[in-house]
């Protein structure tokens, strides 16, 4: 989980301070025997799910491979055998119920959007039934060793409170976090867009400069340049000479402003290069890799907006599902088209399932006579191959 890392360090010093104090008892010899013995190993497995659900130790969550239900099956028993031997053999510490605070904060994580989809996930419903049916447990833990019934359901439902807060919380930690990326992600189309229309505002200048150097001041000095090309002829010396150095001066200055027009509509493209990087900002726990030439141009504008809308296509879905560390994102223009590829080292899947998004792009680049490819593999990341065509040969 990426969210709110310094919430894993507190669940982790809160599990090593649940047991500190029979661990205590162990290596002082007050408390041993096979009941020691089985508190320990629940104790210690407790730690290890822990720190896989935390993303601290091993690959196996963030790939896909293992059901993180699992682990929160190993966490909820662990717990309760813990809480059970502690109550009975050391009359409780009233800590070890804090290791159920710690599930009640790791269960909103496994909501849809953070699991993959062919994995059983829990639901908001599900999770409050699991949190509601360890309160009830706990109380019976606690009454069975202390029939004072009051007592037992004031404890319990005190423990419950802090179950209910640390859900609470984390949910809040996950909406607050989600909404932060949506921002940017938002931020970045917005400044990705306004880069390309600032680009292509300066594209349609120089033409419109262009144009008007061509048709005006074109267009008179070829007619100056004839009037003084009949009066060289017509005109006596020494009137001809400066005439005709008049002439070749014309003649000249036209042909300056024919480069100067011709070089204005050779920068007619927008730089595509320029958009992509206003538009692919850093995530949290993301890290993109971008391959661009220093300067890309595209034909036209909706060409170059159909790759922007592509890449941020890419970077969101990379985001939000591949549970991937880095995102590999490579345009090359060639003489027939740019060549798009894209990769991450998430998690993958055993076939691509085309969504609304991945069929976006592809109609994107079919639009353009362009084709786009999508490949996965289980544990090898997500793979987008595309190539959109020059309008000359599309």
Known sequence: MREGRWLNAAAIVTWLICGLSQAVAIAQGV?????????GTAYALY???LLVLLGLVGTGLRRGRYSPLLFITVQIVAALIVITLSLQYRYGTNSTP??????????PYLSPSTVPSAQVTLTPAWIWSIIATLILINTAIIFSVDPRWIAAITFGLTMGGFMLFAAVSSFLVRSEAAARQALAAVNAELLSTRALLAETSRVDERLRISRDLHDTLGHHLTALSLQLDVASRLSEEPAADHIRQAHAIARLLLSDVRDVVSRLRESRQPDLA???RALVVEDSGLAIHLDLPDTLSVD???RAET???????IVTNTSRHAQA???WIRLEARPDGIVLHARDDGRGAEAVVVGNGLTGMRERFEQ?????????????????????PTPALA
Request: charged share 15%; with cysteine; proline share 2%.
């Open 98 to 107: 804090a290791l159920l605070v710690i599930i009640a904060a790791t269960l």
């Open 31 to 39: 408390f041993g025997g096979w009941p020691a013995a089985v508190w």
């Open 368 to 388: 353009y006579a362009g084709h786009i490819e999508f490949t996965a593999g289980r544990g090898t990341g997500f793979e987008i191959r595309g190539f959109l």
């Open 274 to 276: 320029q958009s992509i």
């Open 47 to 49: 730690g290890v799910a």
């Open 307 to 313: 790759l922007i809308r592509c890449v941020q296509e």
């Open 300 to 302: 036209d504008r909706w």
């Open 325 to 327: 560390r880095n995102l």
